[in-house]
């Protein structure tokens, strides 16, 4: 079965203190690992995919990155903005369709 | 680019009543999702269309919950009766097809049951 962990759970910041927010995962074979940032009340937006292990990709203050076994979302000199749920997924090869496995998400306030 | 919409956007209701929420993908997304998600959990997938057909509803309690997207295009999703545990933002998600591609969610529908 295909499970996702993410750590920690909530994370405060000062603005302008980086910092690393984890997601492990156990899959029989990785076809993708998707983030998401989810405002209150809204529904997950989409920030990055990533497909193999070494890739990373980046997308103003966050940098997501991918080993076999977890991925890193770094977050630099954040700003209150940045205050939202981090939500990590993977997508694993051979399921009957492209479900989206979450992780509980870490939420994540940049205090001013 | 118009998103997924969805409505309506809060329901209450009491158990053992029905409920049905709407879903509207992207244009041309072949693919929609229906996602429950449980207040401070990430969510959880219920049924997922191809066009307007079911490719994975193994989640879904089909003693209560239904779904159709008659068409292609626009899908319902049923809980009849509702029980207080299926209080839950239930979240659509289209997208363009069935491999890699990103799925984009809409705003979710905000169920209480009481």
């Known amino acids: 079965e295909d499970q996702v962990t993410q750590s920690p759970e909530a994370l405060r910041l000062q603005e302008g203190e980086s910092s690393s927010l984890n997601c492990s995962y156990t899959v029989s074979g990785l076809r993708g690992l998707f983030w998401y940032r989810q405002d209150p009340g809204k529904g997950p937006e989409f920030l990055f995919t990533l497909y193999s292990a070494g890739e990373e990709k980046e997308k103003e203050r966050l940098k997501a990155t991918l080993t076999k076994k977890e991925s890193f979302l770094h977050i630099t000199a954040p700003k209150p903005e940045d205050s939202a749920t981090y939500l990590c997924?993977?997508?694993?090869?051979?399921?009957?369709?492209?479900?989206?496995?979450f992780g509980g998400g870490t939420r994540l306030m940049v205090k001013p | 680019e118009a998103g997924v919409a969805q409505s309506p956007r809060y329901k209450i209701i009491e158990k053992r009543q029905s409920v049905a929420f709407w879903c509207n993908p992207i244009?041309?997304?072949?693919?929609l999702y229906w996602y429950q998600q449980i207040l401070g959990q990430g969510p959880k997938l219920l049924i997922q269309?191809?066009?307007?057909?079911?490719?994975?509803d193994s989640q879904l309690p089909k003693d209560r919950f239904s779904a159709e997207r008659l068409k292609g295009v626009d899908s319902t999703l049923k809980i009849q009766p509702a029980k207080l545990e299926d209080s839950a933002v239930y979240l659509c998600?289209?997208?363009?097809?069935?491999?890699?591609?990103?799925?984009?969610f809409g705003p979710g529908t905000r169920l209480l049951v009481l």
């Open positions: 244009s041309g997304h072949a693919t």
């Open positions: 997924a993977v997508q694993a090869v051979g399921n009957a369709g492209n479900m989206l496995t």
């Open positions: 269309f191809q066009n307007n057909g079911v490719v994975d």
């Open positions: 998600a289209s997208s363009l097809g069935a491999g890699r591609e990103t799925q984009y």
